[in-house]
């Protein structure tokens, strides 16, 4: 079945550094894909999305380019902040019929340090 | 309203006891879907609800979870006779289309 492998945490960056958080999804069709991101304390939030290959969804200076030929979809930021400092969950879209469940990464922890 | 309302946000119940958690979805959300999150693990799929349409159930986990959602409104989840291993937070999750709007999640402790 559709299957999604994020790269394990915790991830420890220095303010201003470059990010990566690897994902890669196995899927049988082809899947919307898109990562969350839930802040301490608070709930699961869409972060960004891309629903066709070579798309590249981007928010709050964060990317992630939908990579048909190597099935991923990874994280970039090119200076992180502290400010985001969360969980980020890679997921994809299953589209069979018109069940649109997300199945999900792990989630990959990330601390920013001042 | 504004966003998805879950609760209650904290519930601690002894072993054996059922529970039952509320999930107030976005207004014109027709999509409703459960979620269970394990201390340090992902999303854990338990049902989903589309419109009118039978629910999709297979993630439930056993025979003590049942879920329950009146036309396009408030859902919620019940668990019958609590186990130590039902300790997790519980989310919901409301849909027009594509991506979804998260509560904040119901954190159950079964003591």
């Known amino acids: 079945g559709d299957s999604v492998t994020q790269m394990e945490g915790p991830v420890t960056l220095s303010e201003e550094a470059f990010l990566t958080i690897n994902c890669t999804y196995t899927a049988t069709g082809y899947p919307s894909l898109f990562w969350y991101v839930q802040y301490p304390g608070e709930g699961l939030q869409l972060l960004l999305k891309a629903t066709k290959a070579d798309d590249k969804g981007s928010n709050k200076g964060f990317e992630a380019t939908y990579r048909k030929e190597t099935t991923s979809f990874h994280l970039e930021k090119g200076s992180v902040q502290v400010s985001d400092s969360a969980v980020y969950f890679c997921?994809?879209?299953?589209?069979?019929?018109?069940?649109?469940?997300?199945?999900w990464g792990l989630g990959t922890s990330l601390a920013v340090n001042p | 309203g504004a966003g998805v309302s879950q609760s209650p946000s904290n519930k601690v119940t002894e072993k054996g006891k059922d529970v039952e958690l509320r999930c107030d979805p976005i207004s014109g959300h027709t999509a409703l879907y459960w979620y269970r999150q394990r201390l340090g693990q992902g999303l854990e799929f338990l049902i989903y609800f589309q419109g009118n349409s039978a629910p999709d159930k297979s993630g439930l986990p056993s025979d003590r979870f049942s879920a329950e959602r009146t036309g396009e409104s408030v859902s919620t989840l019940t668990i019958q006779r609590t186990q130590q291993e039902d300790s997790a937070v519980y989310l919901c999750?409301?849909?027009?289309?594509?991506?979804?709007?998260f509560g904040s999640g119901t954190r159950l402790t079964v003591v």
């Open positions: 997921a994809l879209s299953d589209k069979a019929g018109n069940n649109r469940k997300l199945i």
């Open positions: 999750a409301s849909s027009p289309l594509e991506g979804y709007t």
